[in-house]
Every structure is written in C-alpha cells, then in structure tokens.
T-cell receptor, first 114, second 111 residues
Framework: DTAVSQTPKYLVTQMGNDKSIKCEQN?????MYWYKQDSKKFLKIMFS???????INETVPNRFSPKSPDKAHLNLHINSLELGDSAVYFC?????????????FGPGTRLTVT | QKEVEQNSGPLSVPEGAIASLNCTYSDRVSQSFFWYRQYSGKSPELIMS????GDKEDGRFTAQLNKASQYVSLLIRDSQPSDSATYLC???????????FGTGTKLQVIP
C-alpha cells in the first residue's frame, strides 16, 4: 500500500492557467505538508496542516491555496501559473507538527510551466 | 546565516571507504535531527533520526550529534555505489513548528 500518494505525477501547462495537485496519506498521521523543490534541489516548506488546520504558511504567493478536507488529504491549487512555479512539489506527512517525528514523502509532482 | 547548512558537494569517495557528511544548524533549541537520502528523480526517504548528543548506529550508518557545537553528521561505512545520492539534513526549529532542510550534499561513490 502506498503511504503518501500524489496526483498527477507530471503536470505540463501554460502560463496563466490554474492547476491542482492532490495528496492522500493512509498512515493515520495528523500533520501534512507541501514542499517545493527547485532546480537546485533545495526543499522548501510551503504549507503545513495539522488536523485540517493551517499552521505554517511560509511567505508563499497567494496564488497558491492549500485545502485540507480531512486529515488524510491535502490539496494544492495554483492560480495564474508563472514560469517560476516550475519545480517538483512534494507532499509529506508526519505524526505531529512539532517536527519530532520523521516525515514520509509522496512521489512528487513535477510541474512544468511553459 | 542559513538555518541548516550543508556542503553541496559533490563528495566523491571510493567504494568501500567511509563517507562523512556534515551539517550545522543555527537554532540552539532544536531537539530533533534527521538524515534523508534522495536519489535523483525520487522523493526523500529517512535514513536516521537522532535526538541526543553522541552517536547512533544503524547498520552501515552512524549519526553523530553535538548540540553544544550545533553540529550533526552522518557516516557511511563501506560505501557502495548504491549509496550515491543527495543526503539532506533536517532539523526541527521555529519553536518546534517546522522542520528545516539543508540544501543537501551530493555523494558519489566511485566503483
């Protein structure tokens, strides 16, 4: 069974479009995250949710809107896509938001904006 | 000063040698430290976690933590070509509300 899954795995779209990425975890974890990994491989946190509540929003443009319908799901919607949004987006989950336990990562969504 | 710093490498070691990966962090109250391995095109996966000063061993991997020096390292003994990957150091910080990742060290094990 896949612990953390993301869809789609690849996303190619044009500037100005709106797109969504979905994430689901079956680990029973309370906390879920979105990370952006750029071409230099730096893994930067974007958002963190704990039991459906937003707890971290790391100066991300408001074109990015996360939504957590329940604690097993965390989706990311991006409006008006820009070239600089091209990156790999990883979803992750952990037992708590304090960072005391390891994070489990999804396979990533490679977003290419042309 | 970056919150979590790593040498980006690449660090090249011959097969069978010991690879030593280093990480420094800035938040003195950090309590949890992690090493993740990321193969090219894949997602990060946990190798080791360490919470107390000293060494923690798991197979060929040893994590070392020195909170006074704000330093955490990962040793890989008997390095194998399959160990070639980017190794990410991660530290909890910001009042324990998040984990910050370093930029990663790329390791190349030469057969």
């Amino acid at each position: 069974d896949t612990a953390v899954s993301q869809t789609p795995k690849y996303l190619v779209t044009q500037m100005g479009n709106d797109k969504s990425i979905k994430c689901e975890q079956n680990l029973g974890h309370d906390t879920m995250y979105w990370y952006k990994q750029d071409s230099k491989k730096f893994l930067k946190i974007m958002f963190s949710y704990n039991n459906k509540e937003l707890i971290i929003n790391e100066t991300v443009p408001n074109r990015f809107s996360p939504k957590s319908p329940d604690k097993a799901h965390l989706n990311l919607h991006i409006n008006s896509l820009e070239l600089g949004d091209s990156a790999v987006y990883f979803c992750a989950s952990s037992r708590n938001p304090q960072g005391t336990y390891e994070q489990y990562f999804g396979p990533g969504t490679r977003l290419t904006v042309t | 000063q970056k919150e979590v710093e790593q040498n980006s490498g690449p660090l090249s070691v011959p097969e069978g040698a010991i690879a030593s990966l280093n990480c420094t962090y800035s938040d003195r109250v950090s309590q949890s430290f992690f090493w993740y391995r990321q193969y090219s095109g894949k997602s990060p996966e946990l190798i080791m976690s360490i919470y107390s000063n000293g060494d923690k061993e798991d197979g060929r991997f040893t994590a070392q933590l020195n909170k006074a020096s704000q330093y955490v390292s990962l040793l890989i003994r008997d390095s194998q070509p399959s160990d070639s990957a980017t190794y990410l150091c991660a530290v909890n910080s910001g009042g324990y509300q998040k984990v910050t990742f370093g930029t990663g060290t790329k390791l190349q094990v030469i057969p």
